[in-house]
């Protein structure tokens, strides 16, 4: 079985070396760190020492500054002492990118350099070229001959380095020989750590960073697996990069991150987010704090064939019943049995909103598909794409209405209806193997739900059952980022491994947030679309204008396209690379000046800030992907 974590079922913190930044501790016996990184110009000296005291004070405990340059390399040492002068002694961490001569000054200076092999020693021109392998070899060998001298430095001076893979900054070389994959992902990293390992330097973290979530959960596994196969063990800072902002950003990061998480892997986080810097920290800590006493949770048997790939996602089989399942998009169940009655006014939050004077219901790319009335009934006619689902007991024979049952009236289930079933055991599917008409609703109460949950897909796979299976957890926290961030985890895991024909989120807090946010989990897994996807990077020093302010006039401009993927990059470096499969780009070239991408290919170049918003739609209209915005 290949294995991408120490236990698929009990959870275990990969066991990594342990990593010193100055004087702070990573992997090993570490609690998991949290981190960040500013946005200022790093030649504001008194601007990004304020800014990194906001950043320490909400929590960060490693603080990540840009040197695109000598220059900004150099001043370093100010920050560095303005810090210090403070009461403040967190690591800093230099940011490299196309400078390896800057990254040899930070190296002197900061306790961590974080260099990107696609572009350190390498290049990016969207060029692809047939390397026999003695022309590999030898530009492998042009690497070593760059990056050895950084080692050096580091281990003089005892700094420690990040090898940081960027998805979307893959060398025109890597992308020559393993495409634009997962595993060019991980060999881009693992020649520069064989070439550090040659060089007896370990004093090295790594990470996997990509705006899709997919690809970043398969290439940090497939990264494990590869150090496993060579007897490494060294630490993963995880980061999904490019996350945009809101409660969007929130989800992508929570399904990439928090997915890793379950499965014990990450020594060090980041939750990259289009806001400002201190506002990344809470996120963190939420997703962190949930697993400082996960390994004390209920038993769950251990699996003894994986029976899927890690390393790529394949959605589980089933049977079509209804809309659910087989090729189906995953459906999304909303909840309304706890009310004392139903009106149409009732289902404004989810998706469906009721014109009287029309007699009119309009629909939106949120509605759900299936809404779950407890022991109510409803008196009005209800929306055509819209099915009910009642408690089995209060069930009505009415036109797509379909009974809920559960262990207590099992017996009541007639092999002919399409029902659903309540189930939290794989050992209650005995009985009901055989039923071609049930859909299962899978529940649990184990505190390590996902990993629960998958073992149950695991072994209908392995009993051939074929029945759709909608997951379902249940949420008892007041906090809105909370039950964001918990049920991106546990519902988006699942979806990044084809599991799942659809989510049922349950939980007190207000319906219409409850639905935005399961639509969320669906778009960031990348299982079902619904909405404009906004590829929005954080911001740092290097940045061009402002990204909030231009992400948001953007947003308003476009957030009806529904499918549609935009890249809002700060500058040249998280530009065409970064924005990897978006449909469109709005890159920073320069001061005040925008350049514009159809795809990785640039159209329009140095516009003024002041037209290029509005330059973005009139590309995006010449290309028949602009829709007016309709009204209702």
Known sequence: MQKYCSSLTKYQRWNTREVMIGQIGVGGNNPIRIQSMTTTDTMDTDGTIAQSIRMIDAGCEIVRITAPSVKEAE?????????????????????????????????????????????????????????????????????????????????????????????????????????????????????????????????????????????????????????????????????????????????????????????????????????????????????????????????????????????????????????????????????????????????????????????????????????????????????????????????????????????????????????????????????????????????????HGLADQRRFFIVCSALGIQNPIIVKRSYSTSSENELLLYSATDLGGLQLDGFGDGIWVDSDLNPSFVNETSFGILQASRSRISKTEYISCPSCGRTLFDLQETTAKIRARTHHLKGLKIGIMGCIVNGPGEMADADYGYVGTGISKISLYKGQEIVEKNISETDAVDALISLIMSHGDWVDPVDV
């Not at 959960?217 to 063990?233: F, G, H, P, S, W």
């Not at 939106?364 to 408690?391: C, M, R, V, Y």
């Open 75 to 447: 001043n370093l040492k100010l920050i560095k002492e303005g810090l210090k002068a403070q009461g403040y002694d967190a690591p800093l961490v230099a940011d490299i990118h196309f400078t390896p001569n800057a990254a040899e000054v930070a190296a002197r200076i900061v306790e961590k350099v974080r260099i990107n092999p696609g572009n350190y020693a390498d290049r990016k021109k969207f060029e692809i070229h047939d390397y026999s392998d003695e022309s590999y070899s030898k530009k492998l060998d042009r690497i070593r001959e760059r990056f050895i001298p950084l080692i050096n430095i580091c281990k003089n001076y005892g700094t420690a380095m990040r090898i940081g893979t960027n998805h979307g900054s893959l060398s025109d070389r890597i992308m020559s020989r393993y495409g634009d994959t997962p595993l060019g992902m991980v060999e881009s990293a693992m020649e520069f750590l064989r070439i550090a390992e040659d060089e007896n330097y370990h004093n090295i973290i790594l990470s996997m960073k990509a705006s899709n979530t997919q690809v970043m959960v398969q290439a940090y596994r497939l990264l494990v697996k590869t150090m496993n196969d060579e007897t490494m063990n060294y630490p993963l800072h995880l980061g999904v990069t490019e996350a945009g902002d809101g409660e969007d950003g929130r989800i992508k990061s929570a399904v990439g991150i928090g997915s890793l998480l379950e499965d014990g892997l990450g020594d060090t986080i980041r939750v990259s987010l289009t806001e400002e810097p201190e506002a990344e920290i809470p996120v963190a800590k939420d997703l962190v704090g949930r697993y400082v006493n996960r390994e004390k949770h209920s038993p769950i048997q251990p699996i003894e064939n994986l029976r899927f790939d890690p390393f790529f996602r394949q959605r589980r089989e089933t049977n079509s019943i209804l809309n659910i399942g087989g090729e189906n998009v995953p459906i999304v169940i909303g909840d309304l049995s706890n009310n004392d009655s139903i009106q149409p006014e009732d289902l404004t939050s989810f998706g469906y909103l009721y014109s009287e004077s029309q007699d009119k219901w309009h629909i939106s790319d949120q509605a759900i598909d299936l809404l779950f009335i407890g022991q109510n009934s409803i008196e009005f006619k209800i929306p055509g794409t819209l099915s009910i689902l009642q408690s089995s007991d209060s069930f009505e024979k009415k036109e797509r209405h379909y009974p809920l049952f559960d262990s207590k009236n099992v017996q009541n289930i007639r092999g002919k209806q399409i029902s659903f079933f309540l189930i939290n055991s794989i050992e209650k599917l005995v009985n009901l193997k055989n039923l071609k008409n049930i859909i299962l609703i899978l529940e649990t109460n184990n505190d």
